[in-house]
């Protein structure tokens, strides 16, 4: 069993590690925008607006990555039942093959290794998501690919 208090701690530190390197890219970012060498030297000279465009999205990406680190730091995990919940940890599998999903508030798509397992943060607007929102014991979910991969859930923690 995972120790969910453990895997808040490596979500954070990951999300925190994220956000510290996307703030240094969007300092550069901005730094390279007012550089005294950015600036336009024709009509048809764009570096420092692209520049100024690319320092906009790193910071816009480095506020939701803190926007991230906040939720999960406030996430309340519900306690292991019947019903797959935001917070829950739930465990799919067919056979012998299982696979771990953390149904989170947010940065769905962000994987993290606890005890040699790789667990996958989805949130609820994910397609995977939205099956496993709700989703039962012995309910069979469809995981995409060529060819999809139909999983049951088979613990909700």
Do not use: C, W
Not at 139 to 150: A, D, E, I, N, Q
């Amino acid at each position: 069993m995972i120790d969910r208090s453990r895997l808040r701690t490596a979500i954070l530190e990951r999300l925190q590690a994220d956000f510290e390197m996307q703030v240094r890219a969007a300092l550069l970012a901005r730094d390279e925008a007012t550089n005294e060498e950015s600036r336009a030297e024709g009509k048809y000279d764009t570096r420092g607006q692209e520049a100024a465009y690319l320092a906009e999205g790193q910071a816009r990406a480095a506020s939701e990555l803190q926007a991230s680190i906040a939720q999960f730091r406030d996430l309340v995990f519900p306690a292991p039942g019947d019903t797959a919940a935001v917070g829950h940890l739930i465990t799919l599998g067919a056979g012998d093959k299982t696979d771990l999903y953390l149904l989170g508030p947010r940065s769905g798509g962000l994987e993290v290794t606890l005890d040699d397992l790789n667990i996958l943060v989805v949130t609820p607007a994910s397609p995977l998501g939205r099956q496993l929102l709700g989703a039962r014991i012995g309910t069979m979910v469809t995981l995409p690919g060529r060819p999809p991969r139909v999983l049951a859930v088979t613990h909700i923690a």
